[in-house]
């Protein structure tokens, strides 16, 4: 089975500044996806980003891009230009590559907590 | 709808009783999965639908949980003898994807959750 790991319990930065958060996976797969969500206080998951591990050039998003490291199974995002806005709780999430009947369910991390001071 | 409708938004329970959680999915999402929050910790899944039947269920806790999808639309979750451990925030999330179709990685549309509190 999958684990995901957030060793980060809470993270702050001030705004415009630069913040990344960790996660690191376990898997016995070698293809799989890796997400980062978003969980604002209004409970509603969204995505941030998303990565395929047979992709070799991290993806980015705006101000979102991520650092994936396959060999030592580590999938950190950074966020450039921190806003007020992005005060959330972010998790990270893995899904395997080939699903049984399109099954995609996602394995979270227990999610960092995102502060960003005015 | 435009988005995942969850209801209700927050519902209080007393220990033992009988509780249902509704999810009306993206109108056209064949794809549908419950998920559990407990306090502190990231979602875990529970049960996938494709269409109207259960595909997986590996991740329900035990048979006081159900969940049905009678017309592969709206879902219900239902809990039977709620117990205050089945406290927790319950996502749902629907998805185009099609049966037999394994390719790309389609995105989940998560809904805002119904919080239950079992007293």
Known sequence: ?118 | GAGVSQTPSNKVTEKGKYVELRCDPISGHTALYWYRQSLGQGPEFLIYFQGTGAADDSGLPNDRFFAVRPEGSVSTLKIQRTERGDSAVYLCASSLMKRGDPSGANVLTFGAGSRLTVL
């Open chain 1, 1 to 118: 089975a999958q684990t995901v790991t957030q060793s980060q319990p809470e993270m702050s930065v001030q705004e415009a500044e630069t913040v990344t958060l960790s996660c690191t996976y376990d898997t016995s797969e070698s293809d799989y996806y890796l997400f980062w969500y978003k969980q604002p206080p209004s409970r509603q998951m969204i995505l941030v980003i998303r990565q395929e591990a047979y992709k070799q050039q991290n993806a980015t998003e705006n101000r979102f891009s991520v650092n994936f490291q396959k060999a030592a199974k580590s999938f950190s995002l950074k966020i450039s230009d921190s806003q007020l806005g992005d005060a959330a709780m972010y998790f990270c999430a893995y899904r395997t590559l080939i699903s049984n009947f399109g099954n995609e369910k996602l394995t979270f991390g227990t999610g960092t907590r995102l502060t960003i001071i005015p």
